[in-house]
């Protein structure tokens, strides 16, 4: 099995995901939201590059709209992109449909054009640290090569994301060597990118907070009062859901969770 | 004062070059056996990219040609890239001409590629783990924004170089906060990618042959028996010495030597 890192989604020739399993982070904070939302009670987010789509979209079909541009909320939407805007669950009592408020129409800036990015990959995963275990263990029930894909940030290496990777990174080799996750399993191949976000990983293990507060982004969300999310956005593992990528939409994969 | 970390050399586009210091990193291993001929008596180093220019060179000049091509030495030619072949100096015995004894054609499979790549800098110095501390005091010298650039393997991401680039910045870091390098100097502007190899710096601080031992080179170099190499490569801060590129040679540079 061979494992790579993408540092910027982008930036990258989608080619190179052909026949392998995905997985995606914006760890700060797309993929930390998405997992947030569909363990809080929301069944499908749809990622959306575009604002003015998302719009259309939700209105179309009762959803709700969320997302933010360069951090800040986007005009019109009543969510942004903070994931302790979804730890309540929908707001059902809104709207006499049910099922419409438990979709989440997203748009961020670099998340979701990442997830966009990843389509043609075998299969495509949300990662963060929340989930970091549970995309490890389903990546690994797919037994093809792994992507790990960071969005990063407006087209440059983000800290987080690859601190993200090499979370899952670790919880792979974990799996496969018994807990014991300092050597490659037989048969394992990678490049020395997986290796240092493994490295990165192990560094902030005790600390993860430290981590997402060191990149030029976690030090932005902290100067506009958003330490918070970054609290939450650190939790290793508190999810045992790997979201996944369905044709337009993301929802837990029942295959692969078992809250 | 911006710092940037360019992970693989000749993936991109030396523009971002322009205007800055650079220091350029192979340090498995020709940037550690450049600095390390530099010490022990060489006086001068081309960097060729070709290894038939390289011969041709060193046969019209008497100059003494050495190289590797994937980690062997090349046929034909008395030096291979270790720097342990170097530590006692040239040889002057062998020829009348110490002058020309003293200067090294160095060919090498990704560094002298990247040096070249570099050349549109302001000034272009190598850099190592044994001369992490001198390069770093050297470009601070310029006033310039500085460019670490990486030279990677075979065109992707090397954990080693990663890591020399990282003990260069903690050195910058350390040189203008007094020793502590755990925050940013007022006025500096970086990217998160020079605070991730940081941070790799830092996790390998007290260990730096464990950094070096991690990535694929290392792993190839020591399956070749070539430890040796990799220990001495491993020396933090050994040598007082920033080579530096002067047209089409590397020398030690008088006035950023102490010794």
């Known amino acids: 099995m061979q494992v790579s890192l993408i540092p910027v989604a982008t930036a990258a020739n989608p080619d190179v995901l052909h026949e392998t399993t995905t997985i995606v982070f914006d760890v700060l904070r797309a993929t ?13 987010v749809y990622p959306v590059a575009d604002a003015g789509t998302a719009l259309v979209m939700a209105h179309k079909h009762g959803f709700v709209p969320a997302g933010e541009r360069g951090g800040d909320k986007i005009a019109g939407f009543p969510h942004g992109n903070s994931p302790l805007e ?5 707001n059902v009592g809104i709207s006499n449909d049910a099922q419409k408020c438990n979709v989440l129409i997203l748009t961020t800036t670099n998340g979701t054009k990442a997830i966009r990015w990843a389509e043609s990959a075998y299969k495509v995963f949300t990662g963060s640290l929340l989930n970091a275990r549970a995309v490890a263990q389903a990546v690994l029930r797919e037994g093809l090569d792994v992507s790990l894909v960071c969005a990063g940030t407006g087209g440059r290496f983000s800290l987080e994301d690859t601190l993200g990777a090499g ?3 670790m919880e792979i080799m974990k799996h496969l060597n018994g807990e014991d996750s300092s050597r490659l399993a037989a048969g394992m191949a990678v490049d020395d990118l997986p290796i240092a976000a493994y490295e990165l990983a192990r560094f902030y293990y005790h600390d993860p907070l430290s981590g997402l507060m060191a990149g030029r982004h976690g030090q932005r969300l902290l100067r506009r009062g958003l330490e918070d ?3 939450w956005c ?3 593992n508190r999810y045992d859901i790997a979201p996944v990528l369905s044709g337009e939409f993301i929802t837990t994969g029942n295959d692969y969770t078992k809250q």
Chains 1, 2 share one sequence.
């Open 167 to 169: 979370f899952v990174f």
């Open 229 to 231: 999310d970054l609290r």
């Open 86 to 90: 979804f730890i309540g669950g929908p």
């Open 32 to 44: 930390s939201t998405i997992v947030t939302a569909l363990a809080s009670g929301y069944r499908r």
């Open 234 to 236: 650190a939790q290793l």
